[in-house]
């Protein structure tokens, strides 16, 4: 008789006949044990748990994001990647009178409407 060999049985009932299947398993056998006290559901527990989860994932979000844009080797293609310049264009004749002619109007309509607020 080896000493890694053991012996397992497990019990059941089949058509009213108690039956037993023997088994011989090799290995290692591991035991897990669970104690606890058990208690009613209360909700704000719950929430603030949930909470906390939530604002510690947005917490990782930026410490990853500081160690990406400021420790790493390669820290410039990561901001390549997250962020995109954006280029001035200068207006062309067209869209600064357009522009200044709604000014006009803009001005034009707020005077007339001042006058007759004030009559």
Same mark, same amino acid.
Request: hydrophobic share 25%; net charge positive; aromatic share 12%.
């Given at each position: 008789r080896s000493c890694d060999l053991l012996r397992?049985? /497990?019990?059941? &009932?089949?058509? @009213? &006949? +108690? %039956? /037993?299947h023997l088994f011989k398993v090799f290995g290692i056998r591991f035991d897990v044990m669970v104690s606890g006290k058990a208690g009613k559901f209360?909700?704000?527990?719950?929430?603030?748990?949930? @909470? +906390? @989860?939530i604002g510690i994932?947005? &917490?990782?979000t930026v410490v990853c994001d500081l160690m990406l844009l400021h420790l790493l080797p390669k820290?410039?293609?990561? %901001?390549? #990647?997250k962020f995109k310049d954006a280029q001035l264009e200068k207006p062309s004749k067209e869209d600064s009178d357009l522009c200044s002619s709604n000014l006009q109007q803009?001005?034009? !309509?707020?005077? #007339? +409407?001042?006058? +007759? &607020? %004030? !009559?």
């Open positions: 397992y049985a /497990r019990y059941y &009932v089949e058509n @009213g &006949v +108690s %039956k /037993r209360d909700i704000i527990p719950t929430m603030t748990t949930i @909470g +906390s @989860g994932f947005g &917490v990782a820290r410039n293609y990561y %901001k390549e #990647k803009e001005n034009e !309509t707020n005077a #007339k +409407s001042e006058c +007759s &607020v %004030k !009559t």
